[in-house]
Nanobody, 125 residues
Framework: EVQLVESGGGLVQAGGSLRLSCAASGFTFDDYAIGWFRQAPGKEREGVSCISSSDGSTYYADSVKGRFTISSDNAKNTVYLQMNSLKPEDTAVYYC??????????????????WGQGTQVTVSS
């Protein structure tokens, strides 16, 4: 019943923008933190950003601060990741994940309970 579906990935040139969406269903959305992770070929999955659906607190990896913005629309059970000033090193499969609200601010993927299928983001130079 729990489902997280990412969308919005694609191919963009360096300096461009993409907006990712994560549509959630099957659980109490505002009791959870929703995080974005990414994984590049040959690399481990890393935390990118996270939002607490209950209080709106947001967190960002240092590598994306000032460029990415996470937001949520609780009425739609959807979290967005606006990605601006994209760099080739942002290229990865991006996943959204849901964890208990207290997980917000952590970047350990093992602390999240539910995962989407991922969406590919490719940034070319």
């Amino acid at each position: 019943e729990v489902q997280l579906v990412e969308s919005g990935g694609g191919l963009v040139q360096a300096g461009g923008s993409l907006r990712l969406s994560c549509a959630a269903s099957g659980f109490t959305f505002d009791d959870y933190a929703i995080g974005w992770f990414r994984q590049a070929p040959g690399k481990e999955r890393e935390g990118v950003s996270c939002i607490s659906s209950s209080d709106g607190s947001t967190y960002y990896a240092d590598s994306v601060k000032g460029r990415f913005t996470i937001s949520s629309d609780n009425a739609k059970n959807t979290v967005y990741l606006q990605m601006n000033s994209l760099k080739p090193e942002d290229t990865a499969v991006y996943y959204c994940a849901a964890g208990q609200a207290w997980v917000a601010g952590t970047s350990d993927p093992h602390e999240y309970d539910y995962w989407g299928q991922g969406t590919q983001v490719t940034v070319s130079s």
